[in-house]
């Protein structure tokens, strides 16, 4: 098998499962215990936030651990919207790929009274921070932007648009699921007051995710119960989970710049054989993308059977079809890059992981152009683009 | 459990009767670009009998596998029969889709009418027009467009 969808999720690191063996078999006791052997589990999760904080250049309180990327995302935003409110500010900009954690929770609070601004992407799948600067108003509460896009990979100008969110009082954050471990995050130095990550992009286990949340931004609560996470996060702290996502986020850390040169050497190779597809586009910035992340378009055909035929050459892909996301519509963020519907259905992301090699990215090359020949041969849509009968959208 | 049913994969991995029918007795043309599937039915009828039928699709893997099965069903059938066919009957051939997917059954159904209206139209056989009212379009996925 090839595993080529490591943005759905990764393997869990050998570094990371040893990490958490002895907190579930050994030292399974309550942090919250008074007595040593909870205090043991105590002292763990304290070590975890402390390598989690030393990942992102913040200090260990200002990290809680919430569920996951979409429990962060809630949190934060519905947060930081509630702040707003208290102070007459009920505006939010965020932008129009946003993942469906971040534009649902917007949808929300718009039934709640709250205005949002999504900002265009361009076909570059990259926001401009000036478009920030102009859209931020007096009563802006919150912006919010990922870091680098789920499924095109396009990274943003974090930093810049942060310094002006600093620059305005407006409350920054950022959902940096797909980044964390993979590019560096410097809360500090990017300007950054809030930023969501989930363990299992990184190699660590499912279920649980960070929320930074900066010194002097208040954090209201998504869960109510005890007074775990200062009172910010209600529930027994998951501490096999947290031990493991921090050893593993210290892991991809500590070795980020020679995974990152790998990953796109390979990446561009995957590009350069795909590119030779006639007909076929990549999504978004070359240059500006996630060292993992590959994401085209083919014309012709539609996404779903290309992930299936895929599969029974043994290669785990994904699109952004409307038959791949239950609905009508294909992926909002191949709309939003500007891709009309016709082509958004043959769009396939193949996103490359630490344990990819230049063998399998020969054989998905092969694979995906066989694939795509295959199916534009029984394609009546295809059929009418090489007739003339319907126009291509792009070149060969 | 498995997204399709084994038969659905049999009839997406091989499908039957690919292709195109040059100088076909009546063709159809169901879906557009825009919703993700197109299904096009070429039909070859020789004394009120199809002879042959071959089929292009664009669309996901139930589309695929949908045509597939729909050519199957009507394949030696008399052309009355084969007008018949619904969309119930291909869904039952396949050992049922997923809910999302059955209007790639229907789908199927309106490419085969389509292409039998084709063929009573270029012949002059007369029909009950209201038999194939509403097929024209996708009208379910216009309204969303």
Redesign the interface.
Known sequence: MIYADNAATTRMSRTAIEAMLPYMSEYYGNPSSLYSFGQKAKEALEEAREKVAKCLNCNPWEITFPSGGSEADNQAILSAARSGEKKGKKHIISTAFEHHAVLHTLEKLEKEGFEVTLLDVHSTGIIDPEQVAEAIREDTCLVTIMYANNEIGTIQPIAEIGKICREKGVTFHTDAVQAAGHIKIDVQEQNIDMLSLSAHKFHGPKGIGVLYTRRGIVLHNLINGGAQERGKRAGTENIPAIVAMAAALTEACDHMEENAARMTALRDRLMEGLDKIPYGELNGSREHRLPGNVNYCFE??????ML?LLD?KGICASSG????S?S???SHVLLAIGR???VA?GSLRLTIGEDSTEEDVDQIIQAVTDVVTYLRN??????DLVTGK?THVFSE | MALYSDKVMDHFRNPRNVGVIEEADGVGEAGNPVCGDIMKIYLKIDDDVISDVKFETFGCGSAIASSSMATELIKGKPVEEAAALTNKAVTEALDGLPIHKLHCSVLAEEAIKLALKDYYDKNGIPYDPEEFKGLVDCASCAENH
């Open positions: 012709g055909i539609e996404g779903e059977s299936l029974d079809s409307a038959c791949t239950g009508l519509d294909p009309p519907h016709e259905h029984m394609s009546p849509f295809w059929r319907r």
